[in-house]
């Protein structure tokens, strides 16, 4: 069964291929669920084990992340919808004045479809809405006060606007931040359902036209995907649009942050890294 009802939500992205994944023996952090409270199946099970493995690179905590006055100073439009790694954004400018960018988490929820293909869930952003409107994102948003954690802020947005309950998702480990443009540090958190029959969506009609899922192979391979290449902090980069038609014949375009970050969980997931050039 697939996911077919009506959703949303928005991220905007890019991938760093400055740094590999790396997979070390250390315990995952503490907020992180213990295998024993997992009841997906035995291909789940190892893959929440894998994961907890998973070391992203060293992130900019040390940044003020300067660059993101002078990416929309210097990008125009078209970095309204794009995100960067953080490990791929230099700072050069430290006469410039200093600050911390907010914090934000998008949930990378993932389950086995009925073909035993690993599959991500995805949202379309309303049509009404005045921002980045009818766009592919990942369930999340920004950090509240209550928020122990990022784990916390991606499934309190992901309950909120899709109403998947948190205790259905094992949270796994999480990646590397994004930069977005609005000062946001974007978290990715990569969670297991573990039984998708007991997720019932329910929309928010204000967030979310339509929710869907994809597989998240797709994200490294050179299949139905173009790029586009812009100039950013002096530098060419890319940016990746994946199109996809789900089995009811709906068509969506994943880019940007989403695509990034899909791009960066389908390579830890898979181990290997995607069949095109990142950036």
């Known amino acids: 069964m697939r ?47 894998q994961l907890r493995l998973y070391k992203p690179p060293p992130s900019n905590d040390d940044y003020d992340d300067i660059e993101e006055k002078r990416m929309e100073e210097g990008a125009g439009k078209v970095i309204s919808q794009v995100g960067f790694a953080e490990s791929a954004a230099p700072i050069n400018c430290p006469e410039a004045e200093r600050f911390r960018p907010k914090r934000a988490a998008v949930l990378v929820c993932l389950f086995e479809g009925d073909g035993g293909d690993l599959r991500v869930i995805l949202t379309k952003r309303s049509s009404k809405l005045s921002t980045h ?20 802020t991606a499934l309190r947005e992901a309950e ?9 998702v094992n949270v796994v480990t999480t990646l590397e931040p994004f930069l977005s443009k609005h000062l946001l540090r974007v978290v990715p958190v990569v969670g297991l359902l573990n039984n998708r029959q007991a997720f019932k969506p329910t929309r928010n009609a204000e967030e979310v036209e339509a929710i869907f899922d994809a597989p998240l192979e797709m994200f ?13 902090l002096g530098k060419k980069r890319l940016i990746h649009f994946f199109d996809y038609e789900t089995e009811d014949n709906k068509n969506y375009i994943i880019w ?24």
């Open 133 to 152: 409107s009818g766009e592919v994102a990942l369930p999340g948003g920004k950090a509240e006060e209550g928020d122990a954690n990022d784990s916390e």
């Open 3 to 49: 996911f077919r009802q009506i959703f949303s939500v928005l991220a905007i992205g890019r991938m760093s291929m400055a740094t590999s994944p790396s997979f070390p023996t250390h315990n995952s952090p503490s907020f992180l669920m213990d295998s024993t409270c997992f009841r997906g199946s035995q291909r789940l099970l190892n893959l929440a084990q």
């Open 256 to 279: 940007g942050l989403t695509a990034g970050i899909l791009i960066r969980a389908a390579s830890v997931v898979y181990q290997r890294p995607p069949a095109f050039l990142e950036h």
């Open 160 to 168: 909120e606007e899709i109403g998947l309950d948190p205790s259905l």
């Open 220 to 232: 490294i391979k050179n299949e139905n995907r173009r790029e586009q290449e812009i100039q950013w």
